[in-house]
């Protein structure tokens, strides 16, 4: 089992910056492939990057590629988004995710991750 804590969320204006961070507990962590995901309201939970167990594969949405940057430190069992350039049209609940695949590096499916953190909160104002 993991358990998933965002944190790192707020209030920044356009075009500024925000770290998000997804420390996990459990001893395998590594062995996850891990997602992000946000939720703005009234809108359906989507997509936003991934990156293999081992960090050597990442992957982004095309509305955020170029802005956002997605890494993982397993010794220190956490994920991390960072993000810059941001919108007003970033603002969301942001997720993290994580997942076990045998023969994939990372889902773009938010169905195929079976752990969840509660979220953090990510504002953008113009």
């Known amino acids: 089992q993991v358990q998933l804590v965002e944190s790192g969320g707020g209030l920044v204006q356009a075009g500024g910056s925000l770290r998000l961070s997804c420390s996990a507990s459990g001893r395998t962590f590594s062995s996850y492939a891990m997602g992000w995901f946000r939720q703005a309201p009234g809108k359906e939970r989507e997509y936003v990057a991934a990156i293999s167990w081992s960090g050597g594969t990442t992957d982004y949405a095309d509305s955020v590629k170029g802005r956002f940057t997605i890494s993982r430190d397993n010794a220190k069992n956490t994920v991390y988004l960072q993000m810059n350039s941001l919108k007003p049209e970033d603002t969301a609940v942001y997720y993290c995710?994580?997942?076990?695949?045998?023969?994939?590096?990372?889902?773009?499916?938010?169905?195929?991750?079976?752990?969840w953190g509660q979220g953090t909160q990510v504002t953008v104002s113009s």
């Open positions: 995710a994580a997942a076990l695949f045998r023969r994939r590096s990372y889902s773009t499916n938010s169905d195929e991750y079976r752990y």
